[in-house]
């Protein structure tokens, strides 16, 4: 009969430095990764949101490839200056609309520049 020795024990794996590598990842992503800032748009929609309208059309559209003022295009920066003449004061609302295809940051950048020329009444419709 053939021998081939004392029959060993079996060794349990060490799971310690698997557990420290897992660790360290874990650690590494949470610092590694940016959580987003939630910033909220104050802004009255549709009906019944904004108050009572007064005065000559204000309608700002928001187009895939620019912006019309009333039907009329018109450049970005000339906008609040266009605005500015249809409006007795900047309490008036000014309403916008974004057409099909606009994109979400164009509308966000044009009521950026809006809030930043004073004009806080700002309606969004459909």
Do not use: C, K, W
């Not at 650690?27 to 929609?45: D, I, K, Q, T």
């Not at 309208?53 to 187009?63: F, H, I, M, Q």
């Not at 309403?95 to 700002?122: K, N, P």
């Amino acid at each position: 009969m053939i021998r081939f020795g004392p029959p060993r024990h079996r060794r349990r794996p060490n799971l310690t430095p698997m557990i420290d590598v897992v660790f360290l990842l874990l650690v590494f992503f949470m610092l590694a990764s940016r959580f987003g800032v939630e910033r909220a748009l104050p802004l009255a929609l549709g009906a019944g949101g904004g108050g009572d309208y007064t005065g000559p059309p204000r309608l700002v559209e928001v187009l895939p490839n620019g912006l019309s003022l009333n039907g009329a295009a018109i450049a970005a920066p000339a906008l609040v200056q266009a605005l500015s003449g249809l409006m007795r004061s900047p309490d008036d609302i000014v309403v916008l609309r974004a057409r099909d295809g606009a994109d979400l940051q164009a509308l966000v950048t044009v009521m950026d520049s809006l809030t930043a020329a004073g004009l806080s009444r700002l309606v969004l419709v459909e």
